[in-house]
């Protein structure tokens, strides 16, 4: 039988180096790892030289961040998608796309299989497989963590030690720990008791809010269509606008999140994140949005970010239904260019002022002064029109009501 051949979606932690080793010895098979950067700073030190010693045949490292920031993030963005209103979803947007690096490299490299270092239990397996169905669907996924024999950590240290296999000598972080350009997911250890406050030991990359600076640092972010372009008047390409963002906001502890949250696999979890960039962007796009969009559009737009959240947190990333709220986000963002100021203060985000050419908020109509052009005789008129149904429905309800007494009264007679 030909040697099968096998893609691993490869980070360079120990469950990933293990199943190299463990896929090439089950299945006799020569191992690709892909590994795609996505704007995480430490992870990706040293990882081709680990990726050979834990027995790969071919090494990718796929310089990810630009399609991640512009294809991914930035529609999410527009969007407004954040998850149970909360989780901007930098763990579950890198998914497709690495999925989608990892079938392209499979199919280059004519592999039969693919596989995923994502546990039984976690959203991350489906996104996985449910892209690489969507994109590839001749490659078979494998997903050694739902069926290996390893127990604990301590085992799989082991089969590293036996087979040659490099393993941090650094004390293990109790933590699980997913990062990315986008934000940083912190689960396990401690922080399984939603009882339990989150120790500082579990913040990654921001300052405690009650560490950080005793006076507001102030930025200006300017949009263009949706899309920041600018930070305090400086032009820049997106990937390096949030990098910066994530600094100035993480160091004055902007952007942790703790949420107890609804998995796609039917259980709660509880998981601690760190957004710096990510919820400031948020903040302000919202902020540039409720003074260019109008009423409706803006109230539609609010429900529509619940189900396009719905669908990057569920993995159906590649759908027409995401395409197609893609084209309605879009429309709606030809006005969303302007300029927001905020104010960045111990770990809270306040706008501090907003313009765009395309405002819709008029002083003349909204001053209370001598300015005024608002007509308030016609208030009137809109009033008793507006109130009319109330009035009738209300009116019949007493009558029938009163009637009710009169029946129960004879009756009781
Ligand atoms: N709960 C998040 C999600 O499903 C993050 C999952 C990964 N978390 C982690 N700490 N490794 O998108």
């Not at 430490?42 to 030289?49: A, C, F, T």
């Not at 990057?312 to 893609?326: C, E, V």
């Not at 308030?376 to 009710?404: C, D, M, Q, W």
Request: charged fraction near 25%; proline fraction near 5%.
């Amino acid at each position: 039988m030909k040697r099968p051949k096998i893609a691993v979606a490869y980070s360079g932690g120990l469950d990933t180096s293990v199943i190299v080793k463990w896929l090439q010895e089950k299945y006799n098979a020569d191992i690709i790892t892909v590994t795609g950067n996505l704007g995480q700073k430490k992870e990706l030190i040293g990882v081709p030289e680990k990726a050979y010693k834990s027995g790969a045949k071919k090494v990718f490292m796929q310089n990810l961040e630009k399609e991640f920031v512009e294809e991914y993030i930035f529609p999410a963005l527009k969007a407004g998608a954040l998850y149970e209103h909360t989780y901007p979803m930098a763990t579950s947007l890198g998914r497709p796309l690495l999925a989608k690096a990892l079938a392209e490299v499979a199919k280059r490299e004519k592999c039969t299989h693919v596989a995923h270092g994502c546990t039984g239990k976690g959203n991350d397996q489906v996104r996985f497989e449910v892209a690489v169905m969507s994109l590839a669907p001749e490659l078979k996924v494998l997903a050694p963590l739902r069926e290996w024999e390893f127990k604990s950590r301590e085992e799989e240290v082991e089969y590293c030690q036996k087979h040659g296999i490099p393993v941090k000598a650094t004390k293990d972080s109790p933590y699980s720990i997913d990062e990315n350009i986008w934000g940083t997911s912190i689960e396990c250890g401690i922080l399984e008791d939603p009882m339990e406050v989150a120790p500082q030991d579990a913040y990654q990359r921001t300052v405690a809010p009650e560490k950080a600076p005793d006076h507001p640092t102030y930025v200006t972010i300017e949009f263009k269509e949706g899309v920041p372009v600018k930070l305090n008047g400086v032009k820049m390409d997106g990937v390096s606008l949030i990098h910066k963002l994530n600094d100035i906001a993480g160091a004055n502890g902007v952007g942790r999140l703790d949420l107890v949250e609804n998995r796609l696999v039917g259980i709660k979890s509880r998981e601690i994140y760190e957004a710096p960039a990510a919820v400031t962007l948020h903040f302000a796009h919202r902020e540039l949005e409720r003074l260019t969009l109008d009423k409706e559009t803006m109230h539609y737009k609010a429900k529509l970010a619940n189900d396009y959240a719905a669908i990057i947190y569920n993995g159906t990333w590649f759908s027409p239904f995401r395409q197609a709220l893609d084209a309605f986000v879009n429309e709606t963002q030809k006005c969303v260019t302007g300029l927001v100021k905020l104010k960045l203060y111990k770990g809270n985000v306040e706008v501090a002022g907003r313009t765009s050419p395309y405002s819709l908020y008029d002083m003349k109509l909204a001053t209370y002064t001598v300015e005024d052009t608002f007509d308030h005789s016609a208030a009137e008129g809109f009033i008793k029109i507006y109130g009319l149904p109330y009035k009738t429905v209300n009116a019949v309800n007493r009558r029938k009501f009163a009637g009710v007494k009169k029946v129960l009264k004879r009756k009781k007679r």
